[in-house]
């Protein structure tokens, strides 16, 4: 749809306010992997609680505005060996690099990390050498 | 006070998420997809988000967050090979399915069995990390000795 870009421009704003809130607020990178990671380790039980408020409320906010916004379906694979895959390499690598689309790319681009910048590079060229393996030549999605 | 921080963030991230179009795989696929039909609206996500966050992380130079001490101090670990591999790992998930962590949990009460069967992968993927690595660890060193 031609309005795509704006719903995408609104939509990444809201996002850059999210990681400007948690940050100013409570000092803290709004990292979905890290958070939602966070939720496992109980060592300190403070930052636990934020976390499980955190992934809680990214839970339950679309949950209740998906209708009122007529916002569509996900078109996520029926495979379950693809998406189950998929879902273990998104988990071992955002791990294993520490961050994931909104801590290296949100956060860390704009603090001009090279870290950031370097992980964010890394993944979307995976990402398009893995949409051109599994859709193009093997016709797996 | 930290908590409700937390609740506004997470909600206002969700919302931010679903409007922008990126719980629908498609899209995210779409932008991935350079030889396919290719779909711009990643690029403005990225570049929207751009905005408060910069503003945000040159507010952090002259004062300091509402509910702690001090920010977040830069990782100095510099480009190593966990990054990488891990950033390889995680596109080609990205990449296959067309959901990454954020959008997943944003999506799961609309997603359907697909996306709570991703969710569960990933949570599984992350917890076994360590473990993982330790085997890869190995493993090389195996190689090497015979090599």
Known sequence: MPMDWIYGLVGGVLIGCAGAFLLLGNGRVMGASGLVFGMFKTTDRRIWIENLAFVSALFIAPMLFVRPLNIGPTHASENVIVVAIAGLAVGFGTRLANGCTSGHGVCGISRFSLRGIAATMAYILAGAVSVVVFKHLLGAI | ?147
């Open chain 2, 1 to 147: 006070m930290r908590i409700l921080i937390s609740l506004v963030s997470g909600a206002l991230f969700g919302l931010g998420l679903i409007i922008s179009g990126m719980t629908d795989t498609k899209k995210v696929q779409g932008w991935l997809d350079i030889f396919g039909e290719w779909d711009p609206t990643l690029a403005f996500v990225m570049g929207g988000a751009m905005l408060p966050m910069v503003i945000a992380w040159k507010a952090t130079q002259v004062r300091t967050p509402l509910t702690a001490d001090k920010f977040p101090a830069a990782n100095t670990a510099g480009i190593d090979r966990d990054l990488i591999i891990g950033s390889v790992f995680f596109g080609i998930g990205w990449g296959l399915a067309g959901l990454c962590p954020g959008p997943a949990i944003a999506s799961l009460s609309f997603g359907g069995s697909s996306g709570v069967v991703f969710a569960s992968a990933m949570i599984i993927g992350m917890l076994s990390t360590r473990r993982l690595q330790a085997f890869f660890r190995k493993a090389e060193n195996t190689s090497k000795t015979i090599t």
